[in-house]
């Protein structure tokens, strides 16, 4: 089925769309929360991009979807990252831009995203973005 008539985009909303009912199966909800599996993702997003230094989240963005790179960039200041933030840091940030209470808070949010983000990072690519965070919040990777 074409959603726009232009295969790139086609591509790109199916495999956000992909995402998006990954984290809303791995909460059980109905398809009609998807305002709310794409705000988990969007603050997941950020709170990664702007732990990121420049050019390791040029190399994780290259890796994704074109719709959710262009999530991931939406705001994005280069000028300003990497912002220095430990777990705690981390953690809040995602509470500040997900107004939403889910099971298992933010911890499990950023589990169940970047579980479903996955699908399109290579192996080496994660152990790079796990390599650049501090100790403390590598235990927050999954």
């Known amino acids: 089925m074409s959603f726009t008539g232009y295969k790139t985009f086609d591509t790109t909303v199916e495999k956000t769309n ?26 997941v997003l950020h709170a990664l991009r702007d732990r990121l230094t420049v050019e390791e989240s040029a190399q994780l963005s290259a890796q994704l979807p ?12 280069p000028s300003k990252v990497p912002v220095k933030m430990h777990r705690n ?42 390599a650049s965070l501090p100790k403390d919040l590598v235990t927050v990777l999954p």
Do not use: C
């Open 66 to 77: 074109m719709l959710i790179r262009g999530i991931y960039f939406e705001g994005w200041d």
């Open 18 to 43: 992909g995402v998006l009912k990954h984290i809303e199966e791995a909460y059980g909800w109905p398809k009609t929360r998807r305002n709310q599996s794409y705000g988990g993702l969007r603050a």
């Open 89 to 130: 840091d981390f953690l809040e940030r995602i509470r500040q831009e997900f107004p939403y209470e889910v099971p298992g808070g933010v911890e499990r949010l950023f589990d169940i995203v970047i579980e479903a983000l996955r699908k399109h990072i290579t192996e080496g690519e994660w152990q790079d973005v796990r």
